[in-house]
């Protein structure tokens, strides 16, 4: 019975002693949640600058229909060609997100983009995944790696 009280007062230190790391979890996901409400208030101001700030340096995006492209330069020079070309209004519906290592986070989910058309606006709606870099320092913002967008 002595050995039955050791092992779940092992185990109850265990739990206790993993419980930070629940909490972090929690903090990286809603750091990831933030950035992404962020991204979508630059991107439907359309600028494009601001969202190349959100990609690390080496950063990359796909586009539908389009060649990933890689580097916050030649990402923030896709989101301006998107702009020039009739991106109007995007809403995002995060499905879920993950932590994949200590130190990134992947976000899945839906979006619907309005685009301006000469024939007038059009809603195009698809899927999308985004790999974080989430910083351990709180102070520092969370990272686009790789954004991924498929039109349905």
């Not at 050995?3 to 109850?12: D, G």
């Not at 990933?68 to 070309?85: C, E, I, K, M, S």
């Not at 899945?108 to 024939?119: K, W």
């Given at each position: 019975?002595?050995?039955?009280?050791?092992?779940?007062?092992?185990?109850?230190?265990?739990?206790?002693?993993?419980?930070?790391?629940?909490?972090?979890?929690?903090?990286?996901?809603?750091?990831?949640?933030?950035?992404?409400?962020?991204?979508?208030?630059?991107?439907?101001?359309?600028?494009?600058?601001?969202?190349?700030?959100?990609?690390?340096?080496?950063?990359?995006?796909?586009?539908?229909?389009?060649?990933?492209?890689?580097?916050?330069?030649?990402?923030?020079?896709?989101?301006?060609?998107?702009?020039?070309?009739?991106?109007?209004?995007?809403?995002?519906?995060?499905?879920?997100?993950?932590?994949?290592?200590r130190n990134t986070v992947l976000e899945n989910?839906?979006?619907?983009?309005?685009?301006?058309?000469?024939?007038?606006s059009i809603i195009q709606r698809g899927t999308?995944?985004?790999?974080?870099?989430?910083?351990?320092?709180?102070?520092?913002?969370?990272?686009?790696?790789?954004?991924?967008?498929?039109?349905?």
């Amino acid at each position: 019975m002595k050995k039955l009280y050791r092992v779940l007062f092992a185990l109850s230190i265990q739990l206790l002693l993993s419980a930070p790391s629940f909490a972090w979890y929690d903090r990286h996901l809603e750091r990831v949640e933030d950035a992404s409400e962020l991204f979508v208030e630059n991107f439907n101001k359309k600028d494009s600058a601001a969202l190349g700030e959100f990609y690390t340096r080496s950063g990359a995006l796909k586009l539908p229909g389009t060649s990933a492209v890689a580097g916050r330069h030649n990402v923030v020079d896709a989101w301006q060609a998107g702009f020039d070309g009739g991106l109007d209004f995007l809403v995002l519906k995060a499905e879920g997100a993950r932590r994949t290592s200590r130190n990134t986070v992947l976000e899945n989910g839906r979006y619907e983009l309005t685009i301006q058309t000469p024939g007038g606006s059009i809603i195009q709606r698809g899927t999308f995944s985004v790999l974080w870099r989430v910083p351990a320092n709180p102070h520092r913002s969370p990272k686009i790696i790789f954004d991924a967008i498929d039109a349905d």
